[in-house]
């Protein structure tokens, strides 16, 4: 919450009415993307039909690419937050990471090991490491066919998708030590699009296809890894819970993906907000997002985005910004290990705090901050003992209770276009809508009053 606070109410403010970048000319919070006139960027103007990639004599002639203020801190901040978990996992894990990589033996491993694991160890057989190999060069097979069969219709070569699962190897270790320890995870969203952006400008589809393999592989192995935890610690055989999550994983993007092809071919207008009734629910702000990032990173791309070719290039000095960043806090740490304070000081998680927007919104944090302060700092305090052993199955039974009630209501009032009361807590926004307008002098958008 530190650094939601600190981005939300002091960063994005100062630098909005500071006008820095033309700021006043767009929202001041939105995932659109603008042209220098404060309208929506006419992505079909620049972009090639038959190819599907950036016609560079276009774009020169109609504009350069521009963001909401706080869509261009947000990407400053991501390039921060990971540079920063580089630098955080080496101080602070460094040692410890190096000791059990280079010490193997079963002594050694006895000693790292818990009383769960020496159950586990006693009781059942562990997974054969070929189960993971046969797995790995499926996948790899798999995917090697859909980049470059299909007529090459994603764009992305044979070594994209190598180098974008190289990365997700390289960061699973120190992302997977960050998360494990503060349960949030850090994406390589951003830095999967930065890096194909700069090797293979102007295709977007090559540009989300890298990021999908790059950053969605190792939020998967994270989650694996997560589910074989909890089975660690329920005593579940090894061998049941990788067969388990095999098999939901084929079952799930089975039907994820009949799912997704059925809305898309049945629900008129869908993601198309301006063309919604009024209270549908089918507005898409995660797609929208995605879009958005594919014009940026995929389209026009970073040497026209953050270099000075482009709008921002100041951006790239969060990277050093975040590499920085961490030193302080582990000198005090070890100058003054008696403030206990100053170990609760994460830089990666107070520099990714947004990284969440601009999906979620300010209503939605706040929500997670006053429910998380109850449970976790009020109740914990006075009723350890009931935290203890309901919390964790609350918290599973309200996440279970949703995506039952998604189901029913969708079937129940969804489908027949029948969207339920309109309150406050329905409406997926901030409840401002002058916020959606830009406050710069003569600028016109449609519903929007002109300063």
Not at 237 to 265: C, D, E, H, N, R
Not at 383 to 400: C, E, P, Q, V
Not at 420 to 436: E, I
Request: hydrophobic fraction near 50%; glycine fraction near 6%.
């Amino acid at each position: 919450m530190v650094g939601f606070i600190l981005v939300m109410y002091v960063l994005v403010p100062i630098a909005y009415w500071s006008n820095f970048r033309e700021a006043k000319r767009f929202p001041i919070f939105t995932s659109h993307t603008f042209d220098e006139d404060g309208q929506i960027f006419n992505i079909t103007r620049v972009l090639n039909e038959k190819t599907f990639d950036l016609n560079l004599t276009e774009y020169e002639k109609y504009s350069k690419l521009y963001l909401s203020i706080f869509f261009a801190f947000l990407y400053g901040l991501s390039f921060a937050s990971l540079t920063a978990t580089l630098t955080h996992v080496a101080l602070f894990d460094g040692k410890n990471i190096i000791k059990m990589w280079k010490k193997t033996t079963t002594a050694v491993k006895d000693e790292f090991s818990d009383v769960h694991t020496r159950i586990m160890k006693k009781n059942y057989a562990v997974v054969p490491q070929w189960w993971f190999t046969v797995i790995l060069v499926i996948s790899l097979a798999l995917s090697l066919l859909a980049v470059e069969g299909f007529d090459r219709q994603l764009q992305l070569p044979w070594w994209g998708l190598l180098l974008a699962c190289f990365i997700a190897l390289i960061f699973t270790l120190p992302v997977g030590v960050v998360q494990a320890t503060t349960n949030m995870q850090i994406g390589l969203n951003v830095i999967t699009e930065l890096v194909i952006g700069y090797m293979y400008p102007g295709k977007p589809l090559a540009n989300v296809a890298f990021k999908t393999y790059g950053y969605i592989s190792m939020t998967q192995a994270l989650s694996f890894l997560g589910d074989f935890k909890i089975g660690h610690y329920m005593k579940i055989p090894p061998k049941s819970m990788f067969i388990v999550q095999l098999v939901g994983t084929v079952v799930s993007s089975t039907v994820y993906f009949a799912t997704a092809w059925w809305l898309l071919s049945s629900v008129e207008n869908i993601c198309n907000p301006d063309l919604l009734p009024d209270g549908s629910p089918w507005t898409c702000p995660g797609s929208d997002v995605f879009y958005n990032a594919s014009i940026i990173w995929g389209v026009v791309g970073p040497l026209r985005m953050f270099t000075d070719k482009g709008v921002y290039p100041e951006q790239n000095w969060w990277f050093l910004v975040g590499f920085l960043a961490p030193i302080p806090k582990w000198f005090l740490e070890r100058k003054f290990p008696e403030k206990k304070w100053i170990k609760l000081i994460h830089i990666p998680l107070i520099l990714s705090a947004t990284a969440s927007m601009p999906t979620a919104k300010t209503v939605h944090y706040w929500s997670w901050a006053s429910v998380g302060f109850i449970f976790n700092y009020i109740i914990y305090r006075r009723y350890k003992g009931w935290w203890a052993k309901h919390t964790y199955i609350l918290s599973a039974a309200l996440d279970a209770g949703v995506a039952f009630l998604g189901v029913i209501l969708y079937f129940s009032l969804q489908s027949k276009d029948i969207y339920g009361p309109a309150w406050w807590g329905a409406d997926n926004s901030d409840h401002c809508p002058l916020a959606k307008c830009p406050t710069a002098p003569g600028i016109k958008v449609k519903g929007c009053p002109v300063l």
